[in-house]
Protein backbone atom coordinates (compact mmCIF):
# COMPACT_ATOMS: atom_id res chain seq x y z
CA UNK A 1 0.00 0.00 0.00
CA UNK A 2 1.49 3.30 -0.88
CA UNK A 3 0.37 6.45 1.16
CA UNK A 4 1.63 9.79 0.12
CA UNK A 5 0.78 13.29 0.52
CA UNK A 6 -0.37 12.76 4.10
CA UNK A 7 1.35 14.14 7.07
CA UNK A 8 3.26 11.98 9.73
CA UNK A 9 0.67 11.69 11.86
CA UNK A 10 -1.71 10.13 9.51
CA UNK A 11 1.00 7.88 7.79
CA UNK A 12 1.24 6.31 11.15
CA UNK A 13 -2.49 6.13 11.61
CA UNK A 14 -2.87 4.14 8.50
CA UNK A 15 0.20 1.87 9.57
CA UNK A 16 -1.86 1.30 12.63
CA UNK A 17 -5.19 0.58 11.71
CA UNK A 18 -3.41 -1.69 8.44
CA UNK A 19 -2.15 -3.76 11.74
CA UNK A 20 -5.29 -3.58 13.30
CA UNK A 21 -7.90 -4.74 11.16
CA UNK A 22 -5.57 -7.37 8.90
CA UNK A 23 -4.17 -8.67 11.94
CA UNK A 24 -0.72 -9.09 10.14
CA UNK A 25 2.58 -7.82 11.07
CA UNK A 26 3.36 -4.62 9.15
CA UNK A 27 6.45 -3.09 7.22
CA UNK A 28 6.84 0.33 6.37
CA UNK A 29 9.15 1.58 4.25
CA UNK A 30 10.15 5.49 3.60
CA UNK A 31 12.71 7.69 2.93
CA UNK A 32 11.81 11.09 4.18
CA UNK A 33 11.64 12.70 7.42
CA UNK A 34 7.48 12.46 7.84
CA UNK A 35 8.01 9.07 7.36
CA UNK A 36 9.82 8.65 10.48
CA UNK A 37 6.63 8.19 12.18
CA UNK A 38 4.89 5.35 10.16
CA UNK A 39 8.46 3.49 10.58
CA UNK A 40 8.28 3.68 13.91
CA UNK A 41 4.67 2.46 14.32
CA UNK A 42 5.03 -0.58 11.80
CA UNK A 43 6.45 -3.97 12.96
CA UNK A 44 9.31 -3.50 11.08
CA UNK A 45 10.61 -0.01 9.80
CA UNK A 46 12.92 0.15 6.61
CA UNK A 47 14.53 3.56 5.41
CA UNK A 48 16.11 4.39 2.32
CA UNK A 49 19.33 6.92 2.26
CA UNK A 50 17.85 9.68 -0.34
CA UNK A 51 18.00 13.15 -1.04
CA UNK A 52 15.82 14.23 1.53
CA UNK A 53 18.04 12.99 4.40
CA UNK A 54 18.64 10.23 6.50
CA UNK A 55 15.96 10.53 9.27
CA UNK A 56 14.15 7.65 7.70
CA UNK A 57 17.43 5.64 7.73
CA UNK A 58 17.97 6.67 11.22
CA UNK A 59 15.06 5.89 12.59
CA UNK A 60 14.45 2.38 10.83
CA UNK A 61 15.27 -0.98 11.70
CA UNK A 62 16.80 -1.64 8.39
CA UNK A 63 18.68 0.71 6.16
CA UNK A 64 19.38 0.59 2.24
CA UNK A 65 20.87 2.87 0.04
CA UNK A 66 18.09 2.21 -2.79
CA UNK A 67 14.38 0.62 -3.28
CA UNK A 68 16.13 -1.88 -5.31
CA UNK A 69 17.37 -3.89 -2.69
CA UNK A 70 14.24 -4.31 -0.51
CA UNK A 71 14.44 -7.47 -3.26
CA UNK A 72 17.56 -8.86 -1.78
CA UNK A 73 16.52 -7.80 2.00
CA UNK A 74 13.24 -9.48 2.40
CA UNK A 75 13.65 -12.72 -0.52
CA UNK A 76 16.98 -13.10 0.64
CA UNK A 77 18.00 -11.91 4.68
CA UNK A 78 14.23 -12.21 5.57
CA UNK A 79 13.94 -15.46 4.60
CA UNK A 80 16.91 -16.85 6.23
CA UNK A 81 16.27 -15.01 9.63
CA UNK A 82 12.76 -16.41 9.52
CA UNK A 83 13.54 -19.96 9.12
CA UNK A 84 17.27 -19.76 11.27
CA UNK A 85 14.98 -17.84 14.31
CA UNK A 86 12.17 -20.91 13.98
CA UNK A 87 14.93 -24.00 14.48
CA UNK A 88 16.77 -22.06 17.18
CA UNK A 89 13.92 -21.36 19.46
CA UNK A 90 12.43 -24.95 18.83
CA UNK A 91 15.58 -26.57 19.51
CA UNK A 92 16.35 -24.46 22.52
CA UNK A 93 13.19 -25.78 23.87
CA UNK A 94 13.70 -29.12 22.64
CA UNK A 95 17.65 -28.63 24.16
CA UNK A 96 15.54 -27.69 27.52
CA UNK A 97 12.86 -30.24 27.42
CA UNK A 98 14.68 -33.41 27.22
CA UNK A 99 17.13 -33.02 29.80
CA UNK A 100 13.89 -32.72 31.64
CA UNK A 101 12.08 -35.93 30.49
CA UNK A 102 15.70 -37.67 31.81
CA UNK A 103 15.25 -36.74 35.31
CA UNK A 104 11.82 -37.72 35.21
CA UNK A 105 12.18 -40.70 34.40
CA UNK A 106 15.51 -41.29 36.16
CA UNK A 107 13.12 -40.71 39.44
CA UNK A 108 10.83 -43.01 38.15
CA UNK A 109 13.50 -45.60 37.79
CA UNK A 110 15.23 -44.81 41.28
CA UNK A 111 11.40 -45.16 43.18
CA UNK A 112 10.67 -41.47 43.13
CA UNK A 113 14.32 -40.72 44.90
CA UNK A 114 14.23 -36.45 44.88
CA UNK A 115 17.72 -36.30 43.87
CA UNK A 116 18.90 -34.36 40.62
CA UNK A 117 20.85 -36.86 38.20
CA UNK A 118 22.45 -33.89 36.93
CA UNK A 119 24.33 -30.80 38.87
CA UNK A 120 26.72 -28.82 39.54
CA UNK A 121 29.00 -27.99 36.72
CA UNK A 122 27.57 -30.84 34.76
CA UNK A 123 23.97 -29.04 34.22
CA UNK A 124 25.39 -26.00 34.11
CA UNK A 125 27.76 -26.54 31.36
CA UNK A 126 25.02 -28.51 29.01
CA UNK A 127 23.68 -24.90 28.94
CA UNK A 128 26.56 -23.41 27.84
CA UNK A 129 29.85 -24.83 26.48
CA UNK A 130 28.61 -28.59 26.43
CA UNK A 131 25.50 -27.21 23.35
CA UNK A 132 26.05 -23.85 22.86
CA UNK A 133 28.65 -23.87 19.97
CA UNK A 134 26.80 -26.62 17.93
CA UNK A 135 23.27 -25.24 18.43
CA UNK A 136 24.01 -21.47 17.86
CA UNK A 137 26.17 -22.78 14.67
CA UNK A 138 22.41 -23.58 13.04
CA UNK A 139 22.13 -19.93 12.15
CA UNK A 140 24.69 -20.31 9.78
CA UNK A 141 23.04 -23.01 7.31
CA UNK A 142 21.40 -22.02 3.94
CA UNK A 143 19.09 -24.39 2.55
CA UNK A 144 19.57 -22.66 -1.06
CA UNK A 145 21.48 -19.95 -2.98
CA UNK A 146 20.89 -16.68 -2.91
CA UNK A 147 20.33 -17.13 -6.76
CA UNK A 148 17.90 -19.53 -5.99
CA UNK A 149 15.82 -17.88 -3.95
CA UNK A 150 15.35 -14.57 -6.21
CA UNK A 151 14.52 -16.56 -9.59
CA UNK A 152 11.65 -18.43 -7.15
CA UNK A 153 9.74 -16.15 -4.99
CA UNK A 154 7.66 -18.68 -4.36
CA UNK A 155 10.08 -20.29 -1.64
CA UNK A 156 9.40 -16.82 0.10
CA UNK A 157 5.87 -16.94 -0.01
CA UNK A 158 5.71 -20.93 1.65
CA UNK A 159 6.95 -18.54 5.04
CA UNK A 160 3.74 -17.19 5.10
CA UNK A 161 1.75 -20.26 5.69
CA UNK A 162 3.41 -20.76 8.94
CA UNK A 163 4.80 -23.99 7.86
CA UNK A 164 8.37 -23.40 9.56
CA UNK A 165 7.27 -22.49 13.13
CA UNK A 166 3.52 -23.36 14.37
CA UNK A 167 1.84 -26.06 16.75
CA UNK A 168 2.65 -28.64 14.52
CA UNK A 169 6.21 -28.70 14.81
CA UNK A 170 5.98 -27.46 18.29
CA UNK A 171 4.50 -30.98 19.48
CA UNK A 172 7.17 -32.50 16.72
CA UNK A 173 9.72 -31.07 18.83
CA UNK A 174 7.97 -32.00 22.17
CA UNK A 175 7.92 -35.57 20.54
CA UNK A 176 11.43 -35.61 19.76
CA UNK A 177 12.45 -34.61 23.58
CA UNK A 178 10.28 -37.10 25.02
CA UNK A 179 11.45 -40.23 22.75
CA UNK A 180 14.88 -39.15 22.88
CA UNK A 181 14.99 -38.71 26.78
CA UNK A 182 13.39 -42.07 27.03
CA UNK A 183 15.45 -43.89 25.07
CA UNK A 184 18.40 -42.60 26.59
CA UNK A 185 17.53 -43.37 30.50
CA UNK A 186 16.15 -46.58 29.69
CA UNK A 187 18.35 -47.99 27.31
CA UNK A 188 21.49 -46.67 29.32
CA UNK A 189 19.43 -48.72 32.52
CA UNK A 190 19.34 -51.70 30.27
CA UNK A 191 23.18 -52.08 28.58
CA UNK A 192 24.48 -51.07 31.56
CA UNK A 193 22.16 -52.70 34.61
CA UNK A 194 26.08 -53.58 36.07
CA UNK A 195 26.32 -49.93 36.65
CA UNK A 196 23.97 -47.95 37.77
CA UNK A 197 25.81 -45.75 40.26
CA UNK A 198 27.71 -44.15 36.77
CA UNK A 199 24.49 -43.75 35.28
CA UNK A 200 25.45 -39.89 35.41
CA UNK A 201 28.34 -40.72 33.04
CA UNK A 202 26.73 -42.86 30.50
CA UNK A 203 23.27 -41.30 29.67
CA UNK A 204 25.33 -37.29 29.80
CA UNK A 205 28.04 -38.72 27.15
CA UNK A 206 24.97 -40.18 25.12
CA UNK A 207 23.19 -36.48 25.58
CA UNK A 208 25.87 -34.70 24.07
CA UNK A 209 26.43 -36.48 21.39
CA UNK A 210 22.41 -37.29 20.36
CA UNK A 211 22.63 -33.38 20.39
CA UNK A 212 25.04 -32.66 18.38
CA UNK A 213 23.72 -35.31 15.76
CA UNK A 214 20.67 -33.43 16.19
CA UNK A 215 22.18 -30.45 15.13
CA UNK A 216 23.45 -32.25 11.98
CA UNK A 217 19.65 -33.65 11.13
CA UNK A 218 18.25 -30.13 11.05
CA UNK A 219 20.80 -28.39 8.76
CA UNK A 220 20.43 -28.54 4.76
CA UNK A 221 23.74 -27.37 3.87
CA UNK A 222 27.12 -28.28 6.77
CA UNK A 223 29.25 -26.07 6.62
CA UNK A 224 32.84 -25.84 8.64
CA UNK A 225 31.39 -23.60 11.38
CA UNK A 226 29.40 -26.27 12.40
CA UNK A 227 31.77 -29.09 12.02
CA UNK A 228 34.47 -26.93 13.85
CA UNK A 229 31.89 -26.33 16.45
CA UNK A 230 31.22 -30.17 17.08
CA UNK A 231 34.12 -31.21 17.24
CA UNK A 232 35.29 -28.41 19.76
CA UNK A 233 32.06 -29.40 21.87
CA UNK A 234 33.43 -32.92 21.84
CA UNK A 235 37.15 -32.20 22.79
CA UNK A 236 36.34 -30.36 25.77
CA UNK A 237 33.40 -32.81 26.94
CA UNK A 238 36.76 -35.24 26.55
CA UNK A 239 38.79 -33.04 28.85
CA UNK A 240 35.81 -32.48 31.37
CA UNK A 241 35.40 -36.14 31.16
CA UNK A 242 38.83 -36.43 32.90
CA UNK A 243 39.28 -33.49 35.08
CA UNK A 244 35.69 -33.00 36.70
CA UNK A 245 36.43 -36.90 38.60
CA UNK A 246 34.09 -35.65 41.47
CA UNK A 247 31.06 -35.98 38.39
CA UNK A 248 32.73 -39.00 36.24
CA UNK A 249 33.85 -42.59 37.11
CA UNK A 250 37.02 -43.37 34.64
CA UNK A 251 38.17 -46.50 36.34
CA UNK A 252 35.50 -48.37 34.16
CA UNK A 253 35.89 -46.36 30.71
CA UNK A 254 36.48 -49.00 28.52
CA UNK A 255 36.13 -50.02 24.44
CA UNK A 256 33.08 -52.03 25.69
CA UNK A 257 31.96 -49.03 27.54
CA UNK A 258 31.62 -47.00 24.53
CA UNK A 259 30.29 -49.40 22.13
CA UNK A 260 27.14 -49.18 24.69
CA UNK A 261 27.12 -45.68 24.82
CA UNK A 262 27.24 -45.62 20.74
CA UNK A 263 24.47 -48.34 20.87
CA UNK A 264 22.07 -45.84 23.09
CA UNK A 265 22.60 -42.13 21.27
CA UNK A 266 22.10 -44.38 18.13
CA UNK A 267 19.03 -45.77 18.90
CA UNK A 268 17.52 -42.43 20.47
CA UNK A 269 18.56 -40.43 17.21
CA UNK A 270 18.65 -42.98 13.99
CA UNK A 271 14.73 -43.67 13.89
CA UNK A 272 13.91 -40.27 13.79
CA UNK A 273 16.19 -39.00 11.73
CA UNK A 274 15.36 -42.16 9.22
CA UNK A 275 11.76 -41.31 9.51
CA UNK A 276 12.40 -37.36 8.41
CA UNK A 277 14.24 -38.72 5.53
CA UNK A 278 11.36 -40.62 4.66
CA UNK A 279 8.68 -38.00 5.32
CA UNK A 280 10.91 -35.84 2.94
CA UNK A 281 10.91 -37.97 0.18
CA UNK A 282 7.14 -39.03 0.46
CA UNK A 283 5.62 -35.37 0.91
CA UNK A 284 8.80 -32.94 -0.37
CA UNK A 285 8.26 -28.94 0.52
CA UNK A 286 8.73 -26.57 -2.01
CA UNK A 287 11.93 -26.06 -1.50
CA UNK A 288 12.80 -29.65 -2.14
CA UNK A 289 10.99 -29.45 -5.15
CA UNK A 290 12.53 -26.62 -6.67
CA UNK A 291 16.77 -27.98 -5.49
CA UNK A 292 15.54 -31.33 -7.29
Keep these: MCVCRCSPTQKALIT ?3 ALYTKKRTAAIGDGGNDVGMILEANVGIGI ?5 KQASL ?4 SIDEFKYLRRLILWHGRLSYKRSAVLSQFVIHRGLIIAIIQAIFSIIF ?3 AIAIYNGYLILGYATIYTMFPVFSLVTDEDCSESVVLKFPILYSTLQKGRVLNTKTFLIWMWKSLFQGTIIMVGSVVFFHESLTNIVTITFSALIVCEILNVFSEVYKVNSK ?3 SSILTLLIYFMSIGLLRNYFNTS ?3 WEFVLKVIAV ?3 SWAPLHIARMIYDCVDPSEHQKIMK
Aim: no cysteine; proline share 0%; charged share 15%.
Design 16 to 18: QKI
Design 49 to 53: VGKEG
Design 59 to 62: ASDF
Design 111 to 113: YFV
Design 226 to 228: MVI
Design 252 to 254: YIT
Design 265 to 267: TLA
